[in-house]
């Protein structure tokens, strides 16, 4: 049997952007058997994968010692490929007939680009993510049909990134006022519940699904059934854009041209200012109100 080692990240947007590569190996390699190394946060983006023989999920440990563990987990293999998103020395010490190696750093292009360069892809692929029946139906459940459901991703990986907590709050009852129900969207954790609160506290009547409340999983198959995705750089955007729903990312002190969510209605906004250096509280909400509009009337028209 054919076997290949996909060793990818630990945060959920760079996980999800490796789904884009993972499509690209599983093409390349239609008769293989995947096993795929992620961290534990992410690990749901990968249990309905087809072809998955194996998820592995490594936890930190002191000195680098996950890194040995998990060489001494998969050396006795005989690889068909490995692909090594990490830049780790795991992909050298084992037998392969092909390894694609990632260099970390600041490159040229979408990541997703620069992934397909390394594994030798003509053209990059768009992420992937498969759904789990059970999870699609308990969504359909909380979030029934006759709703326009706009999701709002209101944290994001530093503070920096997150759109004013007013804005955001005048932004959802403008839409409101156009039939669309709000969906508050954030990651587990403390950090991200303070993070949050400002925007619960001005639009207690949305609902939340943040906090950890629900899985990552659960998580997709909800935004799956929304309308409409706006928020800041985030991995939550890059989900929302690999489920094909309409994804409006803005953006200000990061850089769109190598983190814009991929998908097949994904677009940006961008905070005035050079690229990676745009104020996030200069974005005003009739232009993100404009542009999100634009962008879902689009959508519905296809």
């Known amino acids: 049997m054919k076997r290949v080692l996909f060793i990818t990240a630990h945060r959920l947007g760079d996980a999800v952007i490796s789904l884009a590569a993972l499509s690209a190996m599983m093409a390349r390699y239609p008769q293989a058997y995947f096993t795929i190394v992620c961290g534990p946060a992410v690990c749901d983006l990968f249990r309905y994968m087809p072809r998955c023989e194996r998820l592995i999920v490594m936890e930190k440990r002191p000195y680098n010692q996950h890194w040995l563990a998990l060489w001494r987990d998969v050396v006795r293999y005989r690889w068909e490929a490995v692909v090594d998103l990490r830049a780790s020395l795991v992909s050298y010490g084992v037998w392969s007939r092909a ?16 992934h397909a360069r390394a594994l030798g892809v003509q053209y990059a692929h768009y992420p992937t993510l498969w759904l789990g029946a059970q999870e699609q139906a308990y969504a359909a459940t909380l979030l029934p049909d006759e709703g326009v459901w706009l999701a709002l991703a209101i944290t994001a990986g530093t503070e920096h990134k997150i759109w004013p907590a007013e804005s955001f709050a005048t932004f959802a009852r403008q839409m409101q006022a156009r039939g669309f129900r709000p969906l508050l969207v954030y990651g587990p954790g403390e950090r991200e519940a303070r993070l949050a609160a400002p925007v619960r506290a001005l639009l207690p009547n949305a609902l939340d699904i943040g906090g950890g ?27 929302a854009a690999a489920l094909n729903v309409p994804t409006l990312g803005l953006f200000g002190p990061s850089y769109a041209s190598q983190y814009a969510p991929s998908g097949r ?16 509280a200069a974005l005003k909400v009739e232009n993100v109100q404009h542009a999100a509009l634009a962008l879902y009337e689009r959508a519905r028209a296809q």
């Not at 390894?99 to 620069?114: D, E, H, S, T, W």
């Not at 409340?213 to 989900?239: E, K, N, P």
């Not at 005035?272 to 250096?277: I, L, Q, S």
């Open 99 to 114: 390894r694609y190696k990632v260099r970390g750093g600041r490159q040229k292009g979408l990541k997703l680009a620069q």
């Open 213 to 239: 409340q629900y899985s990552l999983a659960q998580v997709a198959a909800l935004i799956a059934r929304c309308s409409l995705f706006v928020g800041g750089d985030s991995g939550l955007m890059h989900l």
């Open 265 to 280: 209605w994904a677009e940006v906004l961008l905070a005035p200012g050079p690229e990676g250096e745009g104020d996030m």
